[in-house]
Nanobody
Framework: QVQLVESGGGLVQPGGSLTLSCAASRFTLDNYAIGWSRQAPGKEREGVSCISRRDGSTYYADFVMGRFNISRDNAKNTVDLQMDSLKPEDTAVYYC??????????????????WGQGTQVTVSS
């Protein structure tokens, strides 16, 4: 069974940093586009970032541009989301997901094939 597992969440003060990691069992992440989404209490899930399968292009939501960075670690078979300058409004459950691609014009609307269970990120003083 294909499985994605997120790790690295936790409690951090405003302005701090966290790195989330998405790991996979039974398949190679490099063969998929990998996206990160988040869902805050009472809000709909929103796309945060995506890294493409073909050329490694990366895409970010405006609200994280310049603060978050998505990257692949093929040696570890993970996709990481480095989050800097965190704000209280970044508090959410963060999910990683895998799909065949994340096109530039529609990366936020990708119909992902596989999802992880999520990891909680809380930004609070």
């Amino acid at each position: 069974q294909v499985q994605l597992v997120e790790s690295g969440g936790g409690l951090v003060q405003p302005g701090g940093s966290l790195t989330l990691s998405c790991a996979a069992s039974r398949f190679t992440l490099d063969n998929y586009a990998i996206g990160w989404s988040r869902q805050a209490p009472g809000k709909e899930r929103e796309g945060v970032s995506c890294i493409s399968r073909r050329d490694g292009s990366t895409y970010y939501a405006d609200f994280v541009m310049g603060r978050f960075n998505i990257s692949r670690d093929n040696a570890k078979n993970t996709v990481d989301l480095q989050m800097d300058s965190l704000k209280p409004e970044d508090t959410a459950v963060y999910y990683c997901a895998a799909a065949g691609g994340c096109p530039k014009e529609a990366w936020e609307y990708v119909d992902y094939d596989y999802w992880g269970q999520g990891t909680q990120v809380t930004v609070s003083s």
